[in-house]
Protein backbone atom coordinates (compact mmCIF):
# COMPACT_ATOMS: atom_id res chain seq x y z
CA UNK A 1 0.00 0.00 0.00
CA UNK A 2 1.46 3.23 -1.07
CA UNK A 3 -0.34 6.10 0.68
CA UNK A 4 0.30 9.50 -1.40
CA UNK A 5 -1.66 13.25 -1.76
CA UNK A 6 -4.15 11.70 -3.87
CA UNK A 7 -5.26 8.37 -1.05
CA UNK A 8 -8.84 8.34 -0.02
CA UNK A 9 -9.56 8.21 3.46
CA UNK A 10 -11.82 5.36 4.80
CA UNK A 11 -12.11 5.03 9.01
CA UNK A 12 -14.47 2.69 11.59
CA UNK A 13 -15.46 5.04 14.68
CA UNK A 14 -16.72 3.58 17.92
CA UNK A 15 -15.39 2.72 21.78
CA UNK A 16 -13.93 0.83 22.38
CA UNK A 17 -12.67 0.53 18.91
CA UNK A 18 -8.62 -0.62 19.72
CA UNK A 19 -10.41 -4.43 18.91
CA UNK A 20 -12.15 -3.80 15.69
CA UNK A 21 -11.54 -6.33 12.84
CA UNK A 22 -12.66 -3.32 10.00
CA UNK A 23 -9.17 -1.94 9.38
CA UNK A 24 -7.67 -5.36 8.49
CA UNK A 25 -10.40 -6.81 6.45
CA UNK A 26 -11.01 -3.61 4.67
CA UNK A 27 -7.42 -2.47 3.69
CA UNK A 28 -6.92 -6.46 2.68
CA UNK A 29 -9.53 -6.04 0.18
CA UNK A 30 -8.27 -2.61 -1.20
CA UNK A 31 -4.87 -4.46 -1.80
CA UNK A 32 -6.43 -6.88 -3.31
CA UNK A 33 -8.06 -4.48 -5.85
CA UNK A 34 -5.11 -2.64 -6.11
CA UNK A 35 -7.18 0.55 -5.21
CA UNK A 36 -5.83 4.06 -3.87
CA UNK A 37 -7.62 4.15 -0.17
CA UNK A 38 -6.68 3.63 3.13
CA UNK A 39 -8.97 2.46 6.18
CA UNK A 40 -8.14 3.24 9.90
CA UNK A 41 -9.94 3.20 13.18
CA UNK A 42 -10.52 6.23 15.50
CA UNK A 43 -11.92 5.95 19.15
CA UNK A 44 -14.41 8.47 19.31
CA UNK A 45 -15.97 8.93 22.87
CA UNK A 46 -19.69 10.04 22.57
CA UNK A 47 -19.16 13.82 23.78
CA UNK A 48 -16.87 13.81 20.92
CA UNK A 49 -19.50 13.17 18.63
CA UNK A 50 -20.47 16.01 17.11
CA UNK A 51 -16.86 17.36 16.27
CA UNK A 52 -16.00 13.52 15.03
CA UNK A 53 -18.67 14.37 12.14
CA UNK A 54 -17.92 17.75 11.58
CA UNK A 55 -13.93 16.70 11.00
CA UNK A 56 -15.26 14.50 8.43
CA UNK A 57 -16.80 16.82 6.79
CA UNK A 58 -13.55 19.07 6.87
CA UNK A 59 -11.26 16.44 5.60
CA UNK A 60 -13.14 15.45 3.44
CA UNK A 61 -13.35 11.74 4.27
CA UNK A 62 -14.83 9.40 2.22
CA UNK A 63 -16.77 6.78 3.99
CA UNK A 64 -16.93 5.41 7.97
CA UNK A 65 -18.32 2.77 9.87
CA UNK A 66 -19.60 3.27 13.13
CA UNK A 67 -20.19 0.71 15.77
CA UNK A 68 -20.98 0.58 19.67
CA UNK A 69 -21.86 3.25 21.24
CA UNK A 70 -22.67 5.72 18.23
CA UNK A 71 -24.89 4.01 15.58
CA UNK A 72 -28.15 6.09 17.05
CA UNK A 73 -26.57 9.36 17.86
CA UNK A 74 -24.86 9.79 14.79
CA UNK A 75 -27.77 9.90 13.17
CA UNK A 76 -29.17 13.53 14.08
CA UNK A 77 -25.57 14.93 12.94
CA UNK A 78 -26.14 13.22 9.26
CA UNK A 79 -27.23 15.29 6.12
CA UNK A 80 -29.30 12.18 4.80
CA UNK A 81 -30.41 8.93 5.66
CA UNK A 82 -31.91 5.65 3.96
CA UNK A 83 -34.79 4.20 4.73
CA UNK A 84 -33.43 0.89 5.86
CA UNK A 85 -30.90 3.03 8.34
CA UNK A 86 -34.11 4.96 9.89
CA UNK A 87 -36.55 1.72 10.02
CA UNK A 88 -33.87 -0.18 11.86
CA UNK A 89 -33.18 3.22 13.86
CA UNK A 90 -29.27 2.87 13.75
CA UNK A 91 -26.46 3.54 10.84
CA UNK A 92 -23.66 1.47 10.86
CA UNK A 93 -22.20 2.78 7.51
CA UNK A 94 -21.61 6.65 6.04
CA UNK A 95 -21.26 7.47 2.57
CA UNK A 96 -19.53 11.23 1.92
CA UNK A 97 -22.08 12.19 -1.33
CA UNK A 98 -20.41 15.30 -2.87
CA UNK A 99 -20.12 16.75 1.01
CA UNK A 100 -23.22 15.40 2.24
CA UNK A 101 -22.97 12.68 4.43
CA UNK A 102 -25.35 9.67 4.17
CA UNK A 103 -26.19 7.29 6.09
CA UNK A 104 -27.83 3.36 5.56
CA UNK A 105 -26.81 0.22 7.59
CA UNK A 106 -25.46 -2.77 6.25
CA UNK A 107 -26.37 -5.21 8.94
CA UNK A 108 -29.74 -6.74 7.34
CA UNK A 109 -27.64 -6.80 3.75
CA UNK A 110 -25.54 -8.31 5.39
CA UNK A 111 -27.31 -11.04 7.12
CA UNK A 112 -29.49 -11.61 4.25
CA UNK A 113 -26.21 -12.62 1.60
CA UNK A 114 -24.75 -14.44 4.22
CA UNK A 115 -27.78 -16.53 4.12
CA UNK A 116 -28.11 -16.48 0.16
CA UNK A 117 -24.39 -17.57 0.21
CA UNK A 118 -24.83 -21.09 2.42
CA UNK A 119 -28.70 -21.09 -0.37
CA UNK A 120 -30.77 -20.53 1.80
CA UNK A 121 -33.69 -18.89 0.59
CA UNK A 122 -35.59 -17.35 3.72
CA UNK A 123 -39.17 -17.24 1.45
CA UNK A 124 -39.46 -20.93 2.10
CA UNK A 125 -38.82 -20.37 5.92
CA UNK A 126 -40.88 -20.29 9.25
CA UNK A 127 -37.92 -18.28 11.17
CA UNK A 128 -37.45 -17.39 14.59
CA UNK A 129 -35.08 -14.61 16.00
CA UNK A 130 -33.89 -14.80 19.39
CA UNK A 131 -33.15 -11.52 20.71
CA UNK A 132 -34.63 -7.83 19.94
CA UNK A 133 -31.22 -5.46 20.11
CA UNK A 134 -29.47 -3.88 17.48
CA UNK A 135 -28.65 -6.87 15.23
CA UNK A 136 -31.84 -8.35 15.28
CA UNK A 137 -33.97 -4.97 14.75
CA UNK A 138 -31.30 -4.96 11.47
CA UNK A 139 -32.12 -8.63 10.56
CA UNK A 140 -35.52 -8.68 11.01
CA UNK A 141 -35.84 -5.76 8.80
CA UNK A 142 -34.30 -7.59 6.15
CA UNK A 143 -35.91 -10.88 6.28
CA UNK A 144 -39.41 -10.28 7.81
CA UNK A 145 -40.71 -9.60 4.40
CA UNK A 146 -39.71 -12.72 2.84
CA UNK A 147 -39.64 -15.16 5.02
CA UNK A 148 -42.73 -17.40 5.26
CA UNK A 149 -43.70 -16.46 9.01
CA UNK A 150 -41.36 -14.68 11.71
CA UNK A 151 -41.26 -14.52 15.00
CA UNK A 152 -39.52 -12.57 17.53
CA UNK A 153 -38.29 -14.00 21.30
CA UNK A 154 -37.09 -11.69 23.48
CA UNK A 155 -36.94 -11.52 27.23
CA UNK A 156 -38.30 -8.65 27.50
CA UNK A 157 -41.18 -8.83 24.96
CA UNK A 158 -42.44 -5.17 24.96
CA UNK A 159 -38.69 -5.07 22.86
CA UNK A 160 -40.00 -7.47 20.79
CA UNK A 161 -43.69 -5.98 19.99
CA UNK A 162 -41.90 -2.53 19.47
CA UNK A 163 -39.42 -4.19 16.83
CA UNK A 164 -42.29 -6.18 15.33
CA UNK A 165 -44.60 -3.10 15.04
CA UNK A 166 -41.29 -1.00 13.90
CA UNK A 167 -40.76 -3.17 11.05
CA UNK A 168 -44.46 -4.09 9.90
CA UNK A 169 -45.53 -3.86 6.57
CA UNK A 170 -49.36 -3.71 5.67
CA UNK A 171 -48.83 -4.77 1.87
CA UNK A 172 -46.66 -7.80 3.35
CA UNK A 173 -48.63 -11.04 3.60
CA UNK A 174 -46.75 -12.98 6.15
CA UNK A 175 -47.17 -12.77 10.02
CA UNK A 176 -44.94 -10.89 12.32
CA UNK A 177 -45.72 -12.81 15.42
CA UNK A 178 -43.73 -12.21 19.08
CA UNK A 179 -43.06 -14.50 22.05
CA UNK A 180 -41.60 -14.09 25.72
CA UNK A 181 -37.83 -15.86 25.86
CA UNK A 182 -38.72 -16.48 29.74
CA UNK A 183 -41.93 -18.88 28.61
CA UNK A 184 -39.60 -21.83 28.12
CA UNK A 185 -42.58 -24.14 26.93
CA UNK A 186 -43.73 -21.66 23.91
CA UNK A 187 -40.07 -21.32 22.95
CA UNK A 188 -39.76 -24.49 22.69
CA UNK A 189 -42.94 -25.09 20.48
CA UNK A 190 -42.00 -22.22 18.30
CA UNK A 191 -38.49 -23.43 17.92
CA UNK A 192 -39.73 -26.96 16.90
CA UNK A 193 -42.11 -25.55 14.76
CA UNK A 194 -39.48 -23.55 12.55
CA UNK A 195 -36.94 -24.15 10.11
CA UNK A 196 -34.77 -21.10 10.18
CA UNK A 197 -33.51 -20.55 13.96
CA UNK A 198 -31.60 -17.08 14.24
CA UNK A 199 -29.90 -16.26 17.07
CA UNK A 200 -29.52 -12.42 17.47
CA UNK A 201 -27.76 -12.08 21.48
CA UNK A 202 -24.67 -12.17 22.63
CA UNK A 203 -25.70 -15.71 24.25
CA UNK A 204 -22.20 -17.81 23.40
CA UNK A 205 -19.97 -15.40 22.80
CA UNK A 206 -16.65 -15.46 24.26
CA UNK A 207 -15.52 -15.78 27.03
CA UNK A 208 -19.04 -17.75 28.09
CA UNK A 209 -18.89 -20.02 25.17
CA UNK A 210 -20.82 -23.24 26.51
CA UNK A 211 -23.76 -21.13 27.32
CA UNK A 212 -26.58 -21.70 24.24
CA UNK A 213 -30.34 -20.33 24.35
CA UNK A 214 -32.05 -23.68 22.54
CA UNK A 215 -31.34 -26.88 23.39
CA UNK A 216 -30.30 -29.82 21.26
CA UNK A 217 -33.76 -31.71 21.41
CA UNK A 218 -36.06 -28.00 20.26
CA UNK A 219 -33.76 -27.86 16.77
CA UNK A 220 -35.58 -30.04 14.02
CA UNK A 221 -33.32 -32.22 11.55
CA UNK A 222 -32.19 -30.16 8.86
CA UNK A 223 -33.10 -27.03 9.89
CA UNK A 224 -30.65 -23.41 9.26
CA UNK A 225 -29.28 -22.07 12.36
CA UNK A 226 -27.74 -18.89 11.76
CA UNK A 227 -25.94 -17.65 15.05
CA UNK A 228 -24.93 -13.87 14.82
CA UNK A 229 -22.32 -14.25 17.13
CA UNK A 230 -18.77 -14.59 15.22
CA UNK A 231 -16.59 -14.87 18.45
CA UNK A 232 -16.05 -18.10 18.82
CA UNK A 233 -16.35 -19.12 15.14
CA UNK A 234 -17.91 -22.39 16.12
CA UNK A 235 -20.53 -21.57 18.83
CA UNK A 236 -21.94 -24.22 21.03
CA UNK A 237 -25.18 -23.50 19.09
CA UNK A 238 -23.57 -23.83 15.49
CA UNK A 239 -21.98 -27.46 17.45
CA UNK A 240 -25.93 -29.08 18.31
CA UNK A 241 -26.90 -27.75 14.98
CA UNK A 242 -23.90 -30.04 12.99
CA UNK A 243 -25.24 -32.83 15.19
CA UNK A 244 -29.37 -32.03 13.71
CA UNK A 245 -27.67 -32.19 10.20
CA UNK A 246 -28.69 -28.55 10.07
CA UNK A 247 -27.73 -25.97 7.62
CA UNK A 248 -25.08 -23.67 9.03
CA UNK A 249 -24.62 -19.68 8.30
CA UNK A 250 -21.80 -18.23 10.56
CA UNK A 251 -21.71 -14.78 12.19
CA UNK A 252 -18.38 -14.21 10.30
CA UNK A 253 -20.04 -14.53 6.91
CA UNK A 254 -22.43 -11.42 7.78
CA UNK A 255 -19.47 -9.65 9.43
CA UNK A 256 -17.58 -9.72 6.32
CA UNK A 257 -21.31 -9.32 4.10
CA UNK A 258 -22.20 -6.39 5.72
CA UNK A 259 -18.60 -5.23 5.35
CA UNK A 260 -18.57 -5.81 1.50
CA UNK A 261 -21.60 -3.86 1.49
CA UNK A 262 -20.21 -1.12 2.83
CA UNK A 263 -16.69 -1.15 0.51
CA UNK A 264 -18.96 -1.36 -2.92
CA UNK A 265 -21.17 1.63 -1.98
CA UNK A 266 -17.97 3.60 -0.70
CA UNK A 267 -15.30 2.27 -3.87
CA UNK A 268 -18.77 1.01 -6.70
CA UNK A 269 -15.86 -1.99 -6.58
CA UNK A 270 -17.09 -5.84 -6.09
CA UNK A 271 -15.45 -6.49 -3.25
CA UNK A 272 -13.03 -9.74 -2.85
CA UNK A 273 -15.62 -11.67 -0.30
CA UNK A 274 -12.93 -14.77 -0.22
CA UNK A 275 -10.06 -12.42 0.92
CA UNK A 276 -11.92 -10.44 3.19
CA UNK A 277 -12.67 -13.32 5.28
CA UNK A 278 -9.79 -14.83 5.50
CA UNK A 279 -8.34 -11.96 7.07
CA UNK A 280 -11.29 -12.26 9.76
CA UNK A 281 -10.48 -15.74 9.93
CA UNK A 282 -6.94 -15.09 10.62
CA UNK A 283 -7.44 -12.56 13.53
CA UNK A 284 -10.09 -14.24 15.42
CA UNK A 285 -7.38 -17.19 15.18
CA UNK A 286 -4.74 -15.20 16.78
CA UNK A 287 -6.65 -12.83 19.51
CA UNK A 288 -9.52 -13.92 21.56
CA UNK A 289 -10.71 -10.39 21.78
CA UNK A 290 -12.25 -9.77 18.48
CA UNK A 291 -15.38 -7.42 18.01
P1 LIG B 1 -27.76 -5.52 21.82
O1 LIG B 1 -28.28 -4.35 21.05
O2 LIG B 1 -27.20 -5.31 23.18
O3 LIG B 1 -29.00 -6.57 21.92
C1 LIG B 1 -28.83 -7.82 22.54
C2 LIG B 1 -30.18 -8.56 22.58
O4 LIG B 1 -29.93 -9.83 23.18
C3 LIG B 1 -31.22 -7.86 23.45
O5 LIG B 1 -32.51 -8.16 22.97
C4 LIG B 1 -30.98 -8.53 24.82
O6 LIG B 1 -32.09 -8.52 25.66
C5 LIG B 1 -30.71 -9.96 24.37
N1 LIG B 1 -29.95 -10.70 25.39
C6 LIG B 1 -28.76 -10.35 25.94
N2 LIG B 1 -28.37 -11.30 26.80
C7 LIG B 1 -29.35 -12.24 26.81
C8 LIG B 1 -29.54 -13.47 27.53
N3 LIG B 1 -28.63 -13.91 28.40
N4 LIG B 1 -30.67 -14.18 27.30
C9 LIG B 1 -31.59 -13.74 26.41
N5 LIG B 1 -31.47 -12.59 25.71
C10 LIG B 1 -30.36 -11.86 25.90
O7 LIG B 1 -26.62 -6.29 21.00
P2 LIG B 1 -26.53 -6.44 19.41
O8 LIG B 1 -25.74 -5.33 18.85
O9 LIG B 1 -27.91 -6.70 18.90
O10 LIG B 1 -25.61 -7.74 19.28
C11 LIG B 1 -26.11 -9.05 19.57
C12 LIG B 1 -25.06 -10.10 19.14
O11 LIG B 1 -24.93 -10.08 17.73
C13 LIG B 1 -23.65 -9.83 19.70
O12 LIG B 1 -23.06 -11.05 20.03
C14 LIG B 1 -22.92 -9.21 18.53
O13 LIG B 1 -21.52 -9.46 18.56
C15 LIG B 1 -23.57 -9.94 17.36
N6 LIG B 1 -23.51 -9.17 16.12
C16 LIG B 1 -22.96 -9.79 15.04
C17 LIG B 1 -22.89 -9.13 13.84
C18 LIG B 1 -22.30 -9.85 12.67
O14 LIG B 1 -21.99 -9.19 11.66
N7 LIG B 1 -22.13 -11.15 12.72
C19 LIG B 1 -23.38 -7.82 13.71
C20 LIG B 1 -23.95 -7.22 14.83
C21 LIG B 1 -24.01 -7.92 16.03
P3 LIG B 1 -32.21 -7.40 26.82
O15 LIG B 1 -32.54 -6.12 26.12
O16 LIG B 1 -33.29 -7.92 27.69
O17 LIG B 1 -30.87 -7.35 27.50
Same mark, same amino acid.
Given at each position: ????????????????????????? !???????????????? =????? /????? %???????????????????????????????????????????????? #?? *?????? &????????????????? !??????????????????????? #?? =???? %????????????? *??????????????????????????????????????? =??????????????????????????? *???????????????????? /?????? &?????????????????????? *? /? =????? #????
Amino acid at each position: MIISAKTKLLCVIGDPIEHSMSPKM !HNAAINALGLDYVYVA =FNVKK /DNLER %AVEGFRGLNITGVNVTIPLKIDIMKYLDGIKENARAIGAVNTIKNENG #RL *IGTNTD &GDGALAALESAGVNVSE !HDTIILGAGGAARAVSHALSKKA #RT =FTIA %ARRVEQAIKLAKD *ISNPSSTNKIQTISMNDKKKLEEQVKNSTLIINATPVGM =FPKIDNCIIEKDWLPEKSVVFDLVYNP *IETKLVKIAKQKNCTIVHGL /DMLVHQ &GAKAFEWWTNKTPPIKIMKKEI *I /D =FLSHS #RKGS
